[in-house]
């Protein structure tokens, strides 16, 4: 039996997928503490881990970080994706690496399993072996490790071949690590040197690719080829999605094969603007054959207007284990679990999301050729009604999602994971 120290940053989309890893390590008999938000206690009790807080200076509600930081509102572009690193990543991991170093020095711990953005972690990994475990990065959105043949994370730049390519994405790579975030990746470095001694080694968003280990929960046919990727990256395969115990709504019986099926969903977390996304799906696809599928993601479903054309159905949640073989286009604003999920059944998508990571997710989309990434977040009803009529017309589409869904099933993300952290734990036990 090993111990295990997971931490993470305090956001729903974050915490959601390490609990279910968490529940994997202790269904092998593992120990498992669970450090983040108190927010998130009641989950971590409930999955069987044992809870560790954060200490206030670093319980920041990633969920509402508008309601945590007034000053965020209203900014856009670089302003916005340097206040967000700085206030929401950077400054929390000195705090993040106290309460960390405050487990190791109480007990064993095997393997430190963290995220990217959990920069405590990144502070971990520059102290000597000897005074630490070894550093495990979860890779829950996209593979963030720095490349010559990939553009700067964040972005959602796709891959350009050859020469040409390379050096575009170093341009870039120097007009974001300098002009963008130069002052960020200051501030981190000085936090680095004040806590460990040594400066961060690299750029900040780049520090899971230096870790000791990242397991990337996705298959190489979703991801960037990356032909200097680091020998610690381990491709795994998507998450399993967990078995739904929810109710079937009464009208499941109309997905019965007659009509296409058309899905469509903002999460669990970005859905409080319904007229992103989902509304003008409703709207463009209202004289259609096919049956427009809603998910609110928990919220109540009379938050849609009361006259809803007669080919949608709408429930709050629905299992997409049984939901997505059923269908045929997934309209969506890009979650990492959800676009992974529908195409291990090999369902194209069309994907609408260009904030924090699901800019990433929806540049796959589109550069695997699986689905079309509509660029934006707000759509009007034309521009999603004629992606749906082209993704459906098009077999390109599904064979392309099929392709990426027959390595997903394919892979076994417990089994990469469990290999990894005996072969580095064992490794680290003999140095």
């Given at each position: 039996m090993s111990s295990y120290l997971i931490t993470c940053t305090p956001a729903h989309g974050h915490v959601m997928p390490l609990l279910q890893i968490a529940r994997h390590l202790l269904s092998r008999g593992h120990e498992v503490r669970f450090l983040t938000s108190t927010r998130y206690a009641d989950h971590v009790a409930a999955a069987g881990a044992r809870f560790i807080p954060l200490p206030d200076e670093a319980d920041v509600d990633l969920d509402d970080a508008d309601g945590a930081f007034p000053e965020r509102v209203g900014l856009t572009g670089p302003a916005a994706l340097r206040f967000d690193m700085s206030n929401l990543f950077v400054r929390p991991g000195a705090a993040q690496l106290a309460v960390v170093r405050a487990e190791l020095a109480e007990r064993r711990i095997d393997a430190v399993l963290t995220e990217p953005l959990f920069v405590g972690g990144a502070l971990l990994q520059l102290l000597p072996e000897h005074e630490r475990p070894p550093v495990v990065v979860l890779g829950i959105f996209p593979l963030g490790a720095r490349s010559r043949d990939a553009a700067p994370f964040g972005l959602g730049v796709t891959p350009m071949p050859g020469p040409i390519g390379r050096l575009r994405n170093a341009m870039l790579r120097t007009v974001a690590e300098r002009a963008i975030f130069g002052g960020i990746q200051k501030e981190a470095d000085e936090m680095a040197r004040r806590e460990t001694g040594r400066d961060l080694g690299g750029f900040v968003l780049d520090w899971a690719g230096r870790?000791?280990?990242?397991?990337?929960?996705?298959?190489?046919?979703?991801?960037?080829?990356?032909?200097?990727?680091?020998?610690?990256?381990?491709?795994?395969?998507?998450?399993?999605?967990?078995?739904?115990?929810?109710?079937?709504?009464?009208?499941?019986?109309?997905?019965?094969?007659?009509?296409?099926?058309?899905?469509?969903?903002?999460?669990?977390?970005?859905?409080?603007?319904?007229?992103?996304?989902?509304?003008?799906?409703?709207?463009?696809l209202a004289a259609s054959d096919s049956i427009v599928v809603v998910s609110t993601g928990g919220r109540p479903v009379d938050v849609l207007p009361a006259d809803l054309p007669p080919n949608v159905r709408v429930a709050e949640y629905l299992p997409y284990d049984r939901l997505l073989p059923l269908v045929d286009v997934l309209v969506t604003n890009g979650g990492y679990g959800g676009v992974q999920q529908a195409l291990t059944h090999g369902v194209p998508i069309v994907v609408a999301g260009q904030t924090e990571d699901k800019v990433e997710v929806s540049a796959r989309i589109g550069w695997s050729g699986a689905g079309i990434n509509l660029r934006t977040t707000t759509v009007a009803p034309a521009q999603v009604g004629r992606a749906v009529e082209r993704v459906l017309a098009d077999p390109a589409y599904r064979a392309h999602a099929e392709r990426i869904g027959t390595a997903m099933r394919a892979s076994n993300a417990w089994d990469a994971l469990d290999g990894v952290l005996d072969e580095l734990t064992s490794r680290w036990a003999l140095s």
């Open positions: 870790a000791d280990a990242y397991v990337q929960f996705t298959v190489p046919e979703f991801e960037y080829p990356r032909s200097d990727l680091p020998e610690s990256v381990h491709f795994a395969g998507p998450l399993p999605a967990p078995v739904s115990t929810v109710v079937l709504p009464d009208w499941w019986a109309d997905l019965d094969g007659t009509r296409s099926v058309v899905h469509v969903t903002q999460g669990t977390i970005a859905n409080s603007d319904f007229g992103q996304l989902v509304e003008p799906t409703i709207a463009a």
